[in-house]
């Protein structure tokens, strides 16, 4: 699948957040950060476990998140306002505590996982 080309209409400028984000005709693009996390083990079991952290944890740096079953786990899509704002959010002890309280740790057998910066998230 190959990217997506956007004829900008306006110059970059801050949204109400102070993030990133550009005006594309009706259309808002924040710019921000994109992790795909793999996690394999029981579907239900990491379902569970990533709405409960979720509601541990809640946060506004998290612009966007999408969590769907796999055959072997589940995959999480979040993309962040900043990679700032994620790893701030990561290095707090509180995050630790809540991914061992959520029962993720124990659901998992294995994580992959992929980071791109300066990913772009088109809103309708």
Do not use: C
């Amino acid at each position: 699948m190959g990217r997506l080309q956007l004829n900008v209409v306006a110059l970059p400028a801050p949204d109400d957040y102070g993030r990133p984000a550009l005006f594309v005709g009706q259309r808002e693009v924040l710019v921000g950060v994109l992790v795909i996390l793999e996690m394999d083990g029981s579907t239900e079991a990491l379902l569970a476990a990533a709405v409960e952290l979720d509601a541990r944890r809640p946060t506004s740096a998290k612009l966007a998140r999408v969590v769907a079953p796999t055959e072997g786990g589940v995959v999480v899509v979040t993309f962040w306002e900043s990679a700032q704002a994620r790893d701030g959010y990561q290095s707090e002890p509180e995050h630790r505590e809540a991914l061992q309280a959520s029962g993720l740790l124990d659901a998992v057998t294995e994580m992959r996982s992929r980071v791109f910066e300066d990913a772009e998230l088109e809103l309708r």
